[in-house]
């Protein structure tokens, strides 16, 4: 995030600074990012613009707790690349195909263990 930080100052305030990495989503925007483009996003959007809208707002303890709540997530789906995510949205009930080779797809084990994390952030929808 060094290099985050001194970044805005060169960017004007009416163009978008996003940051690229989930679990620093909050600190980001507290440097002033106003955006981001993350893998976690596609499983938890509401949840990343919650985080950079509360921090806009100056409402940083009620952005931290939902940032600590993404962190096991976006470690457990990003662990695992493209196959992360691919299972990531196969636990949200969307239809997803193999990741391109080289990559092998996540095994029944990491998928279990991206589920834990999800559910434990309550991202999985309710049974």
């Not at 995030?1 to 620093?24: C, G, H, M, T, Y």
């Not at 507290?30 to 509401?46: H, R």
């Not at 509360?54 to 695992?80: C, F, N, S």
Request: aromatic share 4%; charged share 20%; glycine share 8%.
């Amino acid at each position: 995030i060094r290099f985050e930080s001194r970044v805005r100052q060169f960017v004007p305030a009416d163009k978008q600074f996003w940051i690229s990495n989930a679990s620093l989503l909050l600190p980001g925007a507290a440097i002033g990012a106003n955006g981001g483009g993350m893998m976690l996003i596609n499983v938890a959007p509401k949840e990343c613009q919650e985080v950079l809208r509360l921090v806009m707002e100056g409402k940083l303890a009620e952005a931290q707790t939902i940032q600590t709540r993404l962190l096991a997530p976006d470690h457990e789906i990003l662990r695992h690349g493209a196959a992360g995510i691919k299972a990531a949205m196969t636990l949200l009930g969307y239809e997803m195909g193999l990741p391109r080779r080289p990559s092998p797809p996540c095994s029944n084990a990491d998928v279990e263990q991206i589920r834990k994390a999800m559910d434990t952030a309550g991202l999985l929808p309710k049974s």
